[in-house]
């Protein structure tokens, strides 16, 4: 059955959605000897996949990976940066970078820390970060000044971005250190450096961002100890079908 080539691939595991499309931008990847065009339909059954040359088969799909990152500060959230920074697959051992299209879900900017899932289930990936879905991210906010209850109470309620209103969020103050002060935030969507903007944006900006958890994945957990900066750890299979269950639900 012909199903588009970008599909295809993240079903594969050879990459997400996103990164197929760029790699067919760049001309990287060849159907039935030809270069392949944004938007192909192919039939896996009859054509003959390539990328850079290599011909691929879905019996070489790769096993499914999982993985929790506690991503450092300095380190960004892709796969390849073009001014030759660190990224969070340099983290990882060669057996897991090389061959497993492995990629990260989502993001976190480079001067944040915390949380953040990788894994080479492309269909995983597109139903993560589709734009209506709504799985909570918490975080742990380091912000300048005292933002008083009312500001809180504004932020908790939404503010206006570039014309747009953010989504209700949970907003809490943890304590007060001399001139500083730790909320915990939670959101139920991830727009472009969000936290940074709302608090730059109310007066009290920000220090200091770490993710702590992604929906009920945390870097810590009674049984397990914290998730040292720069380590990861498999999944669980009852987090696996947490992130599984996101993305069948009648609302996505």
Same mark, same amino acid.
């Given at each position: 059955?012909?199903?588009?080539?970008?599909?295809?691939?993240?079903?594969?595991?050879?990459?997400?959605?996103? =990164?197929?499309? =760029?790699?067919?931008?760049?001309?990287?990847?060849?159907?039935?000897?030809?270069?392949?065009?944004?938007?192909?339909?192919?039939?896996?059954?009859?054509?003959?996949?390539?990328?850079?040359?290599?011909?691929?088969?879905?019996?070489?799909? !790769?096993?499914?990976?999982?993985?929790?990152?506690?991503? !450092?500060?300095?380190?960004?959230?892709?796969?390849?940066?073009?001014?030759?920074?660190?990224?969070?697959?340099?983290?990882? !051992?060669?057996?897991? %970078? =090389?061959?497993?299209?492995?990629? @990260?879900?989502?993001?976190?900017?480079?001067?944040? $820390?915390? +949380?953040?899932?990788? $894994? /080479?289930?492309? /269909?995983?990936?597109?139903?993560? $970060?589709? @734009?209506?879905?709504?799985?909570?991210?918490?975080?742990?906010?380091?912000?300048?000044?005292? @933002?008083?209850?009312?500001?809180?109470?504004?932020?908790?309620?939404?503010?206006?971005?570039?014309?747009?209103?953010?989504?209700?969020?949970?907003?809490?103050?943890?304590?007060?250190? +001399? =001139?500083?002060?730790?909320?915990?935030?939670?959101?139920?969507?991830?727009? /472009?450096?969000?936290?940074?903007?709302?608090?730059?944006?109310?007066?009290?900006?920000?220090?200091?961002?770490?993710?702590? +958890?992604?929906?009920?994945?945390?870097?810590?957990?009674?049984?397990? @100890?914290?998730?040292?900066?720069?380590?990861?750890?498999?999944?669980?299979?009852?987090?696996? %079908?947490?992130?599984?269950?996101?993305?069948?639900?009648?609302?996505?």
């Amino acid at each position: 059955m012909e199903e588009r080539l970008q599909k295809i691939l993240a079903q594969w595991g050879i990459a997400s959605r996103r =990164e197929a499309e =760029e790699m067919i931008r760049h001309s990287r990847v060849q159907i039935n000897g030809k270069l392949a065009h944004l938007g192909q339909k192919v039939d896996p059954q009859k054509d003959a996949i390539a990328i850079d040359g290599k011909t691929l088969s879905e019996k070489q799909r !790769p096993a499914l990976i999982y993985l929790l990152l506690h991503k !450092p500060a300095g380190v960004v959230s892709t796969c390849y940066d073009p001014h030759r920074r660190k990224t969070v697959l340099d983290l990882l !051992p060669k057996e897991l %970078r =090389e061959g497993s299209g492995i990629h @990260p879900v989502g993001r976190l900017d480079a001067d944040s $820390t915390g +949380a953040l899932i990788l $894994t /080479n289930d492309g /269909n995983l990936t597109f139903g993560l $970060t589709h @734009p209506r879905h709504s799985i909570s991210k918490t975080y742990r906010v380091l912000v300048k000044g005292h @933002p008083p209850e009312v500001v809180l109470q504004m932020w908790r309620e939404g503010v206006v971005l570039e014309g747009r209103k953010t989504r209700a969020a949970e907003v809490h103050l943890i304590e007060h250190r +001399a =001139e500083q002060s730790f909320l915990e935030i939670v959101l139920q969507e991830g727009r /472009n450096r969000q936290i940074r903007r709302i608090a730059q944006q109310l007066g009290y900006p920000v220090i200091k961002l770490h993710r702590t +958890a992604i929906g009920p994945i945390q870097l810590q957990t009674p049984k397990e @100890p914290l998730l040292s900066e720069g380590k990861y750890r498999s999944l669980t299979d009852r987090e696996i %079908r947490f992130l599984q269950d996101q993305i069948t639900q009648p609302n996505y």
